[in-house]
């Protein structure tokens, strides 16, 4: 419950509207109480330099007058169309709640200037497990059990009249291969099924990876037990299932349909029902929507062939939990003066007034703590000399130090020199993790690797392991005396371990009378003078938070002195939590949220490993300024893409 925000008078913050259909039944004037508890607003209202306004929807609709004033609009199920748009210019981004995107004239929205986004993350997984239970519903005929059940002796009498059917060998078909029909895939993997999909656009790498044999339409239909259909509605898919493809599916055939209605004909699936062209159909959409309670396709002849839902058979406290963090991203995406991710038209990415618009934010929304409005400025990457004298710069704390955010280049690569020069230096990250704990880490790897570090102005940090559990002083400051600028320690999860940590970090002066650290020579502190008095400023110790234990204890590790970083690491950490390689699961996803505002709250530095491009721009909406990056798994992905572009037939790509 949030009472008594200001709205749209407020000068100089960036302004979010909500649509109202999101608020509760029951919501008084003054409150922005959602009808969704899941969907957390938390990186709105804990953001000093967001305001938040009530958008009042019309008759379905949203009325150009109410968007005045507003950067950002979080839509939900209302209209938005060319009269919704404002006469001041200011709106930049509607984010669409879903992946559904019907409701908005999109044409409208680019030729004003105005991003249009969905949230496919959010709804991939929560889609593709209701396909699955249409599946196993209609395979199992679950509705006709259930009402048998409830006839006592009489339906118990009636069972082998509803045998099922199994799943091994049948052929699942999809119309359409993006994200939810590669999730829905992936979900069936294990049920022994073949996989057909048609798609013009598909991935033939993913479709290989997903061991899916893409075919064309008539293919497709003819061949399907149960054909889901997975593709949004546009003019190309509209009534893509009609009397004449239906007819084609075998008598025993199912059909799902979970993205919109229009992609159906609806009479003709009323017509293949009773008729027993096929067997069977679940559906979540309709056309028209909502339907007439007396529409034909509730008739008492198709009965029990039908399965429908609402429009709602994916509302899950995880769906709406990831859909609201993936449109609430959006909007402080361009808040930043990046360019939001699941753009619908992608015109825009490449639109100078666009582009301009968005360096206007960035300028605009990078504000100190006191309020002063500031561009943060970072001092160039440059390559130290070693003759200078000086001490070397680390350039992560120098981001860091500066308010900005730092990416470290790492991954599943055992760096090298010439990797680290080819790879991680062009690559506009701050630094290079060096992989100890899970990699092949030498100690007469350090200088070179140091070296070619510093060659591009970037922080060397290796990740060292625990011993016995035990956090090794001494594995820590021989990484920091073979020329490292930084260690990152996992598993550190208590008070007294973070204190050990940074103890080793940090030789003993004034400032840190606890230092630990052995006294000799970093290859860093080579002609440098003043190396032992100085050496703490730019020596980097980062924590990793990846036991539950951890979170439990975060309070207590956040008061310790000479942590530079809380990293958290969520395969680990999910793990501990019970759940193996779930990195998805909705507690995990609530522990680490949780955890980062704790951290950044506290106001020290979070940080994230995110699996996603999505996932990252989530947590650094939270405040996230530390990022894992892994180049190597993207100049794998960009260069698959590259090829796809020149030729999309690729012997590689089959």
Known sequence: ??????????????????????????????????????????????????????????????????????????????????????????????????????????????????????????????????????????????????????????GFAQRSSFMGEGLVGKTLGSIGLGNIAAEMFRLCAPLGMKFIAADPYANPALAAELGVTLVELPELFAGSDFLAVNCPLIKATAKIVNADRLATMKPTAYLINTSRGG?????????????????????????????????????????????????????TDECFAGIGSSAIASALTVMRGEMPTSLVERALVDDPAFQKRLQAYAVHFKISESGAKRLITVPPRTAHDPNCGKIRPNRVKQVLGCGGTAFIACGQLTWTAESIDALAGPSGCDGVWVEGEHGPLSYSDLGN?????????????????????????????????????????????????????????????????????????????????????????????????????????????????????????????????????????????????????????????????????????????????FFYAQPLALAATGLREQIRAIVPDHHSLV
């Open 1 to 154: 419950l949030i009472s008594q925000y200001e709205m749209a008078a407020n000068e100089g913050k960036y302004v979010v509207g909500i649509s109202s259909d999101f608020l509760a039944d029951d919501v008084k004037e003054g409150e922005i109480r959602l009808r969704f508890p899941s969907v957390d607003l938390s990186p709105l209202t804990n953001n000093p330099r967001v305001a938040i306004k009530i958008v009042k929807v019309d008759e379905g609709r949203v009325p150009s007058a109410e968007v005045v004033g507003i950067d950002a609009l979080v839509l939900l199920a209302v209209k938005f169309d060319a009269d919704s748009i404002p006469p001041d210019g200011r709106l930049s981004v509607v984010a669409r709640f879903g992946v559904g995107y019907d409701s908005v004239d999109v044409a409208a929205c680019t030729a004003a200037g105005i991003a249009v986004t969905i949230t496919p993350d959010g709804v991939r997984r929560p889609v593709a497990t209701s396909i699955l239970g249409f599946i196993l519903a209609l395979s199992l005929k679950l509705v006709q059990k259930n009402r048998i059940c409830r006839l006592g002796a009489d």
């Open 263 to 315: 992609t159906v004909d609806q009479p003709a699936l009323v017509a293949a029902l009773e008729s027993g062209t096929i067997a069977g159909a679940a559906i979540d959409v309709f056309d028209p929507e909502p339907p007439s309670k007396d529409d034909a396709i509730f008739s008492v002849t198709i009965g029990e062939k039908l399965i429908a839902t609402p429009h709602a058979i994916c509302w």
């Open 449 to 625: 690797l140091s070296r070619a570090c510093d060659l591009w102005g970037l922080t060397p940090i290796a990740r060292v392991t625990k011993s016995c559990d035990k956090v090794d002083e001494n594995l820590i400051y021989r990484h920091l005396d073979g020329g490292f600028q930084g260690v990152v320690v996992p598993h550190v999860n208590t008070k007294a371990e973070a204190e050990v940590v940074a103890a080793a970090c940090k030789f003993k002066t004034k400032e840190f009378p606890n230092g630990r650290r052995g006294m000799w020579v970093s290859r860093q502190g080579y002609g440098v003078q003043d190396y032992f008095m100085n050496a703490n400023a730019t020596t980097m110790c980062v924590i990793l938070i990846e036991d539950i234990e951890a979170v439990r204890n975060l309070d207590e590790i956040l008061t310790v002195d000479g942590i530079d970083v809380f990293a958290i690491a969520f395969a680990d950490l999910a793990q501990s939590m019970g759940y193996l390689h779930d990195l998805q699961h909705p507690e995990v996803q609530r522990v680490t949220k949780e955890a980062i505002l704790k951290i950044v709250a506290a106001g020290r530095v979070a940080g994230s490993t995110p699996m996603s491009t999505e996932q990252g721009i989530a947590h650094h909406a939270l405040g996230v300024r």
